[in-house]
T-cell receptor
Framework: GESVGLHLPTLSVQEGDNSIINCAYS??????FIWYKQESGKGPQFIID?????DKRQGQRVTVLLNKTVKHLSLQIAATQPGDSAVYFC????????????FGRGTSLIVHP | DTAVSQTPKYLVTQMGNDKSIKCEQN?????MYWYKQDSKKFLKIMFS???????INETVPNRFSPKSPDKAHLNLHINSLELGDSAVYFC??????????????FGPGTRLTVL
């Protein structure tokens, strides 16, 4: 079965709010995690990544948090904008030299103006 | 200056036909992939090629045959198309070396509809 999953298939927020998208993974050996954003009709696009030796990484308006104890990953988007509306995927590399990511189910983020 | 391009963008065909999807990347990556995305948006890897050599074949029916003439191209040929093959197919590329991360760059997708 899948080792990467998402708690919320759809998340609706108001413009300006902060969004948090969650992801659970089951493989303790996973050493690299990526968040992708997929807009309608387009391919997934890299947002931010984090290695297993870190617990937090920040980008522009986005922050990824990694909790290895409970095997949980989250993506925080500050001041969410309508342009953030998309499907968000977390992906994990399973370690041991594996560079093939396993994608989670995806969460649809809907931002209301 | 498209990074990863795929053709065609849409493909509508009858069951039993044979079709091909082409993919090219101009990023200098050494690894390319094919993914299938179903109607529920689930992304499943099908194949991965590194420097023209097949690395991953994720239990894909042998009706699907990838071809990599060089490391910038990875084409997908599908024989005897079935209804269940209807999906969006994404090509992607990356560097294999974990030191630079494995961020994948995806193409725009090819929506295949089998009638």
């Amino acid at each position: 079965g899948e080792s990467v999953g998402l708690h919320l298939p759809t998340l609706s927020v108001q413009e300006g709010d902060n969004s948090i998208i969650n992801c659970a993974y089951s493989n303790s050996a996973s050493d690299y995690f990526i968040w992708y954003k997929q807009e309608s009709g387009k391919g997934p696009q890299f947002i931010i990544d984090i290695r297993s030796n870190m617990d937090k990484r920040q980008g522009q308006r986005v922050t990824v948090l990694l909790n290895k104890t409970v095997k949980h990953l989250s993506l925080q988007i500050a001041a969410t904008q309508p342009g953030d509306s998309a499907v968000y995927f977390c992906a994990e590399n399973r370690g041991g030299g594996s560079y093939i990511p396993t994608f989670g189910r995806g969460t649809s983020l809907i931002v209301h103006p | 200056d498209t990074a990863v391009s795929q053709t065609p963008k849409y493909l509508v065909t009858q069951m039993g036909n044979d079709k091909s999807i082409k993919c090219e990347q101009n990023l200098g990556h050494d690894t390319m992939y094919w993914y299938k995305q179903d109607s529920k948006k689930f992304l499943k890897i099908m194949f991965s090629y590194n420097n023209k050599e097949l690395i991953i074949n994720e239990t894909v029916p042998n009706r699907f045959s990838p071809k990599s003439p060089d490391k910038a191209h990875l084409n997908l040929h599908i024989n005897s198309l079935e209804l269940g093959d209807s999906a969006v197919y994404f090509c992607a590329s990356s560097f294999r070396t974990s030191e630079v991360g494995n961020e994948q760059f995806f193409g725009p997708g090819t929506r295949l509809t089998v009638l």
